[in-house]
């Protein structure tokens, strides 16, 4: 069981997989400082999840879409949003009711749309340049 643990960039699909088999929601949210590796993980995750396409952070977009082999997964950067308004408007309600896995960068900025939503959470911090904390709470 993965609970905290610190890992280097060659571990991480090793984490990824763990994540996957250990998680108890398909809504990952994912906390931690720029720099920290949400995206780096959440591309290791998606390739975990049988998928070859370029993952990249949806700064500007704020949802990407990537097809793995179960499915649909959708990678969200909350970090440009001023508000949960701006959720409501692109229709999280219908991403969270969907059944696919969501990858979530930046939970705090739509904290009351997912307190009711069972959601498996990941901390990461930076120890030095090549290794991360990674904290994985099941909720």
Known sequence: ?????????????????????NATSKTLLF????????????KALVKALG?????????????NEYAANDG??????????????????FGIEDYL????????EWPD???HILANEPCNRLTLESLDSKTRKLVFVKS
Not at 1 to 21: G, H, P, S, W
Request: charge should be negative.
């Open 51 to 63: 998928c070859n396409d370029d993952v990249s952070s949806p700064t500007f977009s704020i949802v």
């Open 97 to 104: 009711e969907s059944g696919a896995w969501l990858f979530i």
């Open 1 to 21: 069981m993965l609970d905290t643990r610190e890992f280097n960039i060659k571990d991480l699909d090793n984490v990824a997989k763990q994540i996957l088999d």
């Open 72 to 89: 649909l997964v959708y990678h969200f950067d909350f970090y440009r949003l001023n508000d949960e308004e701006e959720a409501y408007n």
């Open 31 to 42: 906390y931690g400082d720029m720099g920290t590796g949400k995206t780096t993980l959440i």
């Open 109 to 111: 900025k739509v904290k």
